[in-house]
């Protein structure tokens, strides 16, 4: 290995992941630096993170996509390796990428890698949960974070390279806190679709949520997977559903405001 070789900064950001983040940061011990920028965590995440030996940054939440934008920019190295404080590098992965660094990340400006999932006390290989490829290790330079909040997404100049170890997925520590996020994320959604003028239907409530059960319960043979798999799949279904159903309500509302009042009797 020559001293010359790219340096990693490992990224996160964080809000209340004391119990989960010293895990996500032991596995990336072999990055140059691991930066965690947290948005006023009321436990002790940045203390955690400090021991860890992380750059700890307290910022405002200003969306995912900001946020893991801002990290990337605020890191000390170009190649860049971002996770959530859910997620773990696997000891395979970590030597795929210790061996394109020592080779210098030749012919691609970023990789992606399956992310594999546990829920429940499962890990879910069928159902339509893996292999959810991420593109996670770019060179910032020519790569960016885009996409809609809550689903974030790295965009890349040029084809990224493809590597076979997994990121470990941690996403729920609990049935109720899954429940949670299915609320909190259908309203973020609804409200971006509202802004940028879409519109729901019936036909979004009734036959969307149908077809995504039967893509994740049938088609990605998440039968297999037993009685979390149907729960998956349902989930699935109840997540199109409450999405456009806030999005009805949101066009509803705004109709009802625009709304001339009635005249004084």
């Given at each position: 290995?020559?001293?010359?070789?790219?340096?990693?900064?490992?990224?996160?950001?964080?809000?209340?992941?004391?119990?989960?983040?010293?895990?996500?940061?032991?596995?990336?011990?072999?990055?140059?630096?691991?930066?965690?920028?947290?948005?006023?965590?009321?436990?002790?995440?940045?203390?955690?993170a400090?021991?860890?030996?992380?750059?700890?940054?307290?910022?405002?939440?200003?969306?995912?996509v900001?946020?893991?934008?801002?990290?990337?920019r605020?890191?000390?190295?170009?190649?860049?390796?971002?996770?959530?404080?859910?997620?773990?590098?696997?000891?395979?992965?970590?030597?795929?990428?210790?061996?394109?660094?020592?080779?210098?990340?030749?012919?691609?400006?970023?990789?992606?890698?399956p992310?594999?999932?546990?829920?429940?006390?499962?890990?879910?290989?069928?159902?339509?949960?893996?292999?959810?490829?991420?593109?996670?290790?770019?060179?910032r330079?020519?790569?960016?974070?885009g996409?809609?909040?809550?689903?974030?997404?790295?965009?890349?100049?040029?084809?990224?390279?493809?590597?076979?170890?997994?990121?470990?997925?941690?996403?729920?520590?609990?049935?109720?806190?899954?429940?949670?996020?299915?609320?909190?994320?259908?309203?973020?959604?609804?409200?971006?679709?509202?802004?940028?003028?879409?519109?729901?239907?019936?036909?979004?409530?009734?036959?969307?949520?149908?077809?995504?059960?039967?893509?994740?319960?049938?088609?990605?043979?998440?039968?297999?997977?037993?009685?979390?798999?149907?729960?998956?799949?349902?989930?699935?279904?109840?997540?199109?559903?409450?999405?456009?159903?806030?999005?009805?309500?949101?066009?509803?509302?705004?109709?009802?405001?625009?709304?001339?009042?009635?005249?004084?009797?």
């Open positions: 290995m020559t001293m010359d070789r790219p340096r990693i900064s490992a990224c996160i950001i964080a809000m209340n992941e004391e119990d989960r983040l010293s895990d996500c940061l032991a596995s990336l011990d072999f990055c140059d630096e691991a930066l965690v920028v947290d948005s006023h965590s009321r436990d002790r995440t940045r203390e955690v400090a021991a860890a030996g992380a750059r700890v940054i307290e910022r405002d939440w200003p969306g995912h900001a946020q893991k934008e801002f990290a990337i605020a890191a000390a190295h170009d190649w860049v390796l971002c996770v959530d404080a859910d997620e773990r590098i696997s000891a395979r992965l970590r030597a795929e990428i210790l061996a394109l660094r020592d080779a210098g990340f030749p012919r691609h400006a970023g990789w992606r890698f992310r594999l999932s546990s829920y429940l006390g499962r890990w879910m290989r069928r159902g339509g949960w893996y292999p959810d490829h991420q593109l996670r290790l770019f060179d330079r020519r790569g960016r974070w996409g809609d909040n809550p689903h974030d997404r790295v965009i890349l100049e040029g084809p990224a390279g493809m590597l076979s170890g997994d990121l470990l997925h941690h996403p729920y520590r609990s049935f109720a806190e899954h429940l949670a996020t299915i609320d909190k994320y259908t309203t973020i959604m609804a409200e971006g679709l509202h802004a940028r003028g879409k519109r729901a239907h019936a036909l979004h409530l009734v036959l969307g949520p149908a077809a995504r059960f039967v893509r994740f319960y049938f088609l990605r043979l998440g039968f297999l997977e037993g009685w979390r798999g149907l729960l998956q799949a349902c989930l699935a279904a109840h997540y199109g559903r409450l999405k456009y159903a806030k999005l009805l309500v949101l066009q509803h509302a705004a109709e009802c405001a625009r709304r001339p009042e009635p005249p004084e009797t």
